[in-house]
């Protein structure tokens, strides 16, 4: 199975401040057409922003989206993939937590963003390939030319 960091590879996450409005952050979220951002405090990952975040925290509590700050709203208790994780264990770490999106690290520092979308079109992409290798083997017939 394929490594996260071969899912990532050629992407940059895309991060935002946690003093950022979460109007900007939804307006970054939707120019990128991402479903999450990383929060980035310097050089280190202390939260991650999603669209759950802002129709839990932000819409459902009918905060001000233009005076709320992300800091305030983001998802702190992060659970995180490393780059030399399988997909099949992201994706399940993802089912059982109930989450979307995973910050992803290598030597303690973000590389990646990845989403269940990622996850899943990769997972498909193999299982066509299983049955394209099945289908030849049970077709296949020594001898014949």
């Not at 079109?121 to 289908?135: C, D, P, Q, Y």
Request: net charge neutral; hydrophobic share 45%.
């Amino acid at each position: 199975m394929a490594k996260i960091r071969d899912i990532i590879q050629d992407k940059a996450p895309d991060t935002i401040g946690p003093e950022v409005t979460v109007l900007q952050a939804a307006r970054r979220m939707t120019a990128g057409k991402v479903g999450a951002l990383a929060v980035i405090e310097g050089d280190r990952l202390v939260g991650i922003f999603s669209e759950r975040d802002l129709m839990t925290r932000v819409v459902a509590e009918g905060r001000d989206p233009a005076a709320t700050r992300v800091r305030d709203v983001m998802t702190q208790d992060l659970v995180v993939a490393d780059a030399d994780e399988t997909a099949d264990a992201c994706l399940n770490r993802m089912k059982q937590l109930h989450v979307r999106h995973l910050p992803v690290v290598s030597n303690n520092k973000l590389v990646g963003m990845l989403s269940v979308r990622n996850l899943l079109m990769v997972v498909e992409s193999a299982k066509e390939e299983e049955i394209r290798w099945l289908t030849d083997y049970v077709y296949y017939s020594p001898g014949r030319a």
